[in-house]
């Protein structure tokens, strides 16, 4: 019908002529992330590494405490697992699950900031460099001895 030929004009159909979910006039892969994924990610990222890394902590610490430095870390924690049960692993953790949930955003969301900014920086001088047909390191430095 003419719906379907106009619609096929500007997407692609799947087999009874609907649209199919993932045909956008940009693919999936070439969506650039907003700037607050980047915030997020760190911040998801942060959580996950403390909840990951604390039980190894605590026994670190209780390792670090003891006068006897014959044991490994391993054993403190089978007898902390022992004593207090898998909680006792993790005793403390919610100071760190938030902390460096706080100290992993703020470092990935300046990384992408700054990373888009000098991508869409070099992007707009892609021309100078196709006209010069340098090799990008020999038009960095090119452009730092000039100013420009």
């Not at 106009?6 to 999936?28: I, L, V």
């Not at 909680?87 to 992408?112: M, T």
């Not at 700054?114 to 038009?139: A, C, G, M």
Request: aromatic share 10%.
């Amino acid at each position: 019908t003419h719906r379907t030929l106009s619609m096929h004009a500007h997407t692609s159909q799947t087999n009874n002529g609907r649209q199919s979910p993932n045909d956008d006039n940009a693919s999936k892969a070439d969506r650039k992330p907003k700037w607050w994924h980047y915030f997020v990610a760190g911040e998801v990222a942060g959580m996950c590494g403390s909840v990951l890394c604390h039980p190894f902590d605590t026994a670190k610490t209780k390792v670090q405490m003891q006068t006897e430095h014959n044991t490994s870390t391993l054993s403190v924690m089978r007898s902390i697992v022992a004593k207090d049960g898998i909680a006792g692993l993790y005793r403390g953790v919610l100071y760190p699950f938030f902390g460096f949930g706080v100290l992993f955003s703020i470092a990935f969301g300046v990384n992408g900031l700054f990373r888009n900014h000098f991508i869409r920086v070099n992007e707009r001088d892609i021309d100078r460099y196709q006209r010069t047909n340098l090799k990008p390191s020999e038009l960095s430095q090119t452009q730092l001895m000039i100013g420009g």
